[in-house]
């Protein structure tokens, strides 16, 4: 699939993505890993918005999801 995003700066996304759900399993603050992993799921959202990976409809049901 086509996207137009050049393949280094995915890579770049996804190892990110890899790095943060790390730390959310890993942590020691147990009672905010749901936060933790919350705030790593807008943030990668965000990023496939920022680069056209997300569709706008999808969007607002993402938002949807995340403050129902």
């Given at each position: 699939m086509?996207?137009?995003v050049?393949?280094?700066?995915?890579i770049?996304?996804?190892?990110?993505?890899?790095?943060?759900?790390?730390?959310?399993?890993?942590?020691?603050?147990?009672?905010?890993?749901?936060?933790?992993?919350?705030?790593?799921?807008?943030?990668?959202?965000?990023?496939?918005?920022?680069?056209?990976?997300?569709?706008?409809?999808?969007?607002?049901?993402?938002?949807?999801?995340?403050?129902?």
């Amino acid at each position: 699939m086509k996207t137009g995003v050049e393949f280094t700066y995915m890579i770049k996304l996804h190892r990110c993505l890899q790095k943060m759900l790390r730390d959310v399993i890993i942590t020691d603050d147990k009672d905010n890993r749901e936060l933790y992993l919350k705030r790593t799921y807008e943030w990668f959202n965000r990023q496939q918005c920022a680069i056209g990976l997300l569709p706008k409809d999808q969007q607002e049901k993402e938002a949807d999801f995340m403050n129902p």
